[in-house]
């Protein structure tokens, strides 16, 4: 399984890119792998509020119906049409093209309830055995 290391994540297996107090974030290579093929996507709405680990997205696929989590505070400042009209992008490309919502970051401090790829990656071994 893929994991990026200057990433963070979750225990529910999303992921968190930051720059510039802007946070990408999408679904793990194992949440989506788990899923199987993805059907649907609900999205967040611009400029909707969230709170960390709060509900943010949820997601369809044949085997399963599960909600997305947001993983740091803040603003939706923009979402991923593309993977709202084909959903099977998370499958193709979780890391890249299939990434979720932007959110504006409103506490950085949050952060430290984060994951780091090492620590995700122990997570990872502990579910395989």
Same mark, same amino acid.
């Given at each position: 399984?893929?994991?990026?290391?200057h990433y963070f994540y979750t225990?529910?297996?999303?992921?968190?890119?930051?720059?510039?107090?802007?946070?990408?974030?999408?679904?793990?290579?194992?949440?989506?792998?788990?899923? %199987?093929? &993805?059907?649907? /996507? !609900?999205?967040?709405?611009?400029? +909707?509020?969230?709170?960390?680990?709060?509900?943010?997205?949820?997601?369809?696929?044949?085997?399963?119906?599960?909600?997305?989590?947001?993983?740091?505070?803040?603003?939706?400042?923009d979402i991923n049409k593309d993977?709202?009209?084909?959903?099977?992008?998370?499958?193709?490309?979780?890391?890249?093209? %299939?990434? &979720?919502?932007? /959110? !504006?970051i409103s506490d950085s401090e +949050?952060?430290?309830?984060?994951?780091?790829?090492?620590?995700?990656?122990?997570?990872?071994?502990?579910?395989?055995?």
């Amino acid at each position: 399984m893929e994991v990026i290391d200057h990433y963070f994540y979750t225990k529910e297996h999303e992921w968190v890119s930051i720059e510039d107090n802007v946070a990408t974030v999408g679904i793990t290579e194992y949440a989506q792998s788990a899923l %199987g093929d &993805i059907t649907y /996507i !609900e999205l967040p709405a611009v400029n +909707e509020e969230v709170e960390q680990f709060e509900g943010l997205a949820s997601i369809e696929s044949v085997k399963a119906a599960s909600d997305i989590y947001s993983p740091l505070s803040g603003k939706i400042v923009d979402i991923n049409k593309d993977v709202e009209t084909d959903p099977s992008l998370i499958n193709k490309s979780c890391y890249e093209k %299939g990434w &979720i919502a932007k /959110i !504006e970051i409103s506490d950085s401090e +949050e952060k430290s309830n984060l994951m780091t790829a090492k620590e995700y990656r122990k997570l990872l071994e502990s579910l395989e055995e």
